[in-house]
């Protein structure tokens, strides 16, 4: 209870001295567009519109674990049965991490896979559009390169409880607008 009077009472002092503030708002910016920067420069690397997924779903066990943080890259390599892939469905918000089961090359260059969790019974047609057989490479959104086990549960915490994500991101914003240089 005292942290937070002293805390509210350094907000206090600040609301005095706006030219302070002013730059403490200014910092925070600058964090934020530094890690839009980061973001961009990584898509603009891996050349993958998401070269950051966290495992939402059991689906992959045991090799990959729900909240498992995948690094994807979307080179023009030939995809192969057996590499681990993100690919998002028409009409579906969340992507999917599965293993390519098969791949059929056509010689007009076109690609046509088939997926299926470690985990399922059965490949993913199930998942797939109505009427749809294979995925192409237009929905592939990337190739899993690596790993770092169990890092992402923070994300599957912060989407369960949506209330965590406003307290934990106003927490934050409020240190780093108060903070001393």
Known sequence: MESMQQYLGELKDLAKRPRTFLTQVLNLGC???????????????TQSESPVVVVLSGSMEPGLQRGDILFLTLYE????????IVFQIEG???????????????????????TKGDNNQVDDR?????????????????????????????????????????VLIGSMGFFVIIGRE
């Open 126 to 166: 199930g998942l797939y559009a109505h009427r749809q057989l294979f995925i192409s490479r237009k929905e592939v959104m990337g190739r899993a390169q690596a790993y770092l086990p169990y890092v992402g549960m923070v994300t599957i915490w912060l989407n369960d409880y949506p209330w965590l994500k406003y």
């Open 31 to 45: 964090i934020v567009f530094s890690a839009l920067m980061l973001w961009k420069g990584l898509m603009v690397t």
């Open 92 to 114: 579906r918000d969340i992507p999917i991490v599965h293993r390519l089961l098969t791949v059929h090359e056509k010689h007009d260059g076109t690609v046509s896979m088939l």
């Open 77 to 84: 390599n030939a995809m192969k049965p057996g590499d681990v």
